[in-house]
């Protein structure tokens, strides 16, 4: 029997970090990853549905307006007080999603593979946030097209996502400025810049900065507090682990 492991493509049967890869590389890789064809799908399967039973026009626009304004909130949401906040790591069965969807990110941030969002909890999410407003604005027709959406928006969420932890400058300052905000949340400072390609909600709730504004570097950077003597009183993660990582994680690769 063929497991999730086995019925990935050749290109995904090895590690692969972004640092160390090229654009074309890249698109590769995205397009073959496993996690982005589901969301394809997904959408496929939501267009598909709306199509069984549409909105009307406006609903239907106004789903797909307050689908894409809703998820970068729910992003930053989720990022700042569930992901960055020091609670799912002390509860057990929850340690386990916490270490995959994002203390493995920030203990190695070029990782491709712990890059992308786990489907367990990223597709749930998703629902979650864009297809009850979809429904309250166009009935059935419209909670499909806002999942669609969302599924869509991910997907572009991802891409940027990996461009910013791709060795290269934008030449767009746009896209530049992105980049070196994201690099400083991981590189710097994690306790802010929380958006990925819209900072909007960050500079409302007062968690966005430019580098210069936060010239001491964090000492929980790449641990995200989990350090090891909190790893003495809450181990779950560290057996995940095979321990609790320090340092910069070029130089942990080099040693």
Known sequence: MKTAETMRSGFWNRSHHLDRMTFRELVVAY??????????????????????????LLPTLGAIAVAVFIYPLAWYAIHRWMLHNQWMFKIAPLAATWKRIHYDHHQDPNHLEVLFGALHTTVPTIMLATAPLGYAIGGFGGAAIATATGLLTTCF???????????????????AAMKARHMAHHFHDEKGNFGITNFMWDRLFGTFYERQERPEKSPTVFNLGYTPEVAQRWPKVAELSGGVATGHPRQRSAE
Do not use: D, R, T
């Not at 910013?164 to 746009?174: C, D, G, S, T």
């Open 31 to 56: 397009i073959q990853y496993p996690a982005i064809i589901a969301y394809v799908l997904l959408s496929a399967v939501a267009i598909g549905l709306y199509a069984w039973k549409p909105a009307p």
């Open 157 to 175: 969420y991802e891409f940027c996502h990996c461009i910013q932890h791709l060795a290269y400058k934008p030449k767009n300052k746009m896209l």
